[in-house]
């Protein structure tokens, strides 16, 4: 039971990066799927979250309108388009699981709330 994110790399601000949350040993279909990132000296935070039939999407306010999530099930993995990054998208990027996506105050997706943590992939955008 593994989840893997990849896709993470060097992109200059205002440029594009698409990760990948790709899953072995099981399904994703029944479950809401979690992107986070932890910067350095950071709290690892919660940056959007997508239901498990993809009905529902979520974002934290500083990647609204820039990052978009979706999902594959029949490739049983789920993806972050990152547009128009910005060097404070800088992180570490993790994707996790849960039986659905909840919010907390503030909009806030709070990485408790998952499991099935993978490695990250690390993004870095350049100003």
């Known amino acids: 039971v593994q989840l893997q994110a990849s896709g993470g790399g060097l992109v200059q601000a205002g440029g594009s990066l698409r990760l990948s949350c790709a899953a072995s040993g099981f399904t994703l279909d029944y479950l809401a799927i979690g992107w986070f990132r932890q910067a350095p000296g950071k709290e690892r935070e919660g940056v959007s979250c997508?239901?498990?039939?993809?009905?529902?999407?979520y974002y934290v306010d500083s990647v609204k309108g820039r990052f978009t999530i979706s999902r594959d099930n029949a490739k049983n993995t789920a993806y972050l388009q990152m547009n128009s990054a910005k060097p404070e998208d800088t992180a570490v990027y993790y994707c996790a699981t849960a039986r659905y996506c909840r919010l907390w105050g503030g909009g806030r997706i709070r990485p408790a709330d998952f499991g099935s943590w993978g490695q990250g992939t690390q993004v870095t955008v350049s100003s």
């Open positions: 997508i239901s498990s039939n993809s009905g529902n999407t």
